[in-house]
């Protein structure tokens, strides 16, 4: 076990203050990244029950082997034009799908555009991407559980687990 269940309430309550205080006075978007983000998201937004926000979410798809290919494969729902946003993500790798959604989110002229992640994997990371919150920095190694997936498997469990991944 890598991160116990308490250690990541502690955490995300902390997250939940941090941000409801940065956006007091603008009534953000909390976009979320499907699926991994779901746990995580649910526990932070009920961190921050005094922040007046609308949440909403993508999802997207990596194909090719990597290299930050990814596709929308769920658009949002609403225009986030003059809008605040803040992006919600499960865990940041190479960095790669995180600067595709960025780009993408950029053309459609929000106010603001600020990264929320629980998890930072800076070992492998390819591009510079400024992250404002982050939940924990690990280790090289590849982690599932409150969310996070091997093979779709594994997301519910309650703490974050170090898997071995088969090659
Ligand atoms: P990146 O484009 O390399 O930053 O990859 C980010 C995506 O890879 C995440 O949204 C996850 O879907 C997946 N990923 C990267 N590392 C892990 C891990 O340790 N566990 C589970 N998924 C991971």
């Given at each position: 076990?890598?991160?116990?269940?308490?250690?990541?309430?502690?955490?995300?309550?902390?997250?939940?203050?941090?941000?409801?205080?940065?956006?007091?006075?603008?009534?953000?978007?909390?976009?979320g990244?499907?699926?991994?983000?779901?746990?995580?998201l649910?526990?932070?937004?009920?961190?921050?029950?005094?922040?007046?926000?609308?949440?909403?979410?993508?999802?997207?798809?990596?194909?090719?082997?990597?290299?930050?290919?990814?596709?929308?494969?769920?658009?949002?729902?609403?225009?986030?034009?003059?809008?605040?946003?803040?992006?919600v993500?499960?865990?940041?790798?190479?960095?790669?799908?995180?600067?595709?959604?960025?780009?993408?989110?950029?053309?459609?002229?929000?106010?603001?555009?600020?990264?929320c992640?629980?998890?930072?994997?800076?070992?492998?990371?390819?591009?510079?991407?400024?992250?404002?919150?982050?939940?924990?920095?690990?280790?090289?190694?590849?982690?599932?559980?409150?969310?996070?997936?091997?093979?779709?498997?594994?997301?519910?469990?309650?703490?974050?687990?170090?898997?071995?991944?088969?090659?």
């Open positions: 076990m890598l991160i116990g269940e308490a250690q990541l309430q502690q955490r995300v309550q902390e997250l939940g203050r941090q941000i409801a205080r940065d956006y007091a006075d603008h009534e953000p978007v909390v976009v990244v499907l699926r991994g983000v779901v746990v995580f649910a526990d932070l937004l009920r961190a921050m029950p005094e922040l007046r926000c609308e949440v909403d979410f993508l999802a997207i798809s990596s194909y090719g082997s990597g290299a930050g290919v990814v596709r929308i494969e769920k658009d949002l729902e609403r225009s986030i034009e003059g809008r605040h946003v803040l992006l993500e499960d865990i940041v790798d190479t960095g790669l799908t995180l600067r595709f959604i960025l780009r993408n989110l950029e053309t459609r002229r929000p106010a603001s555009l600020a990264v992640t629980l998890l930072d994997k800076p070992a492998h990371r390819l591009v510079t991407l400024p992250l404002r919150y982050i939940g924990f920095s690990i280790g090289d190694v590849f982690v599932v559980g409150y969310g996070l997936d091997l093979d779709q498997r594994y997301r519910n469990l309650r703490d974050i687990w170090v898997i071995d991944p088969p090659d």
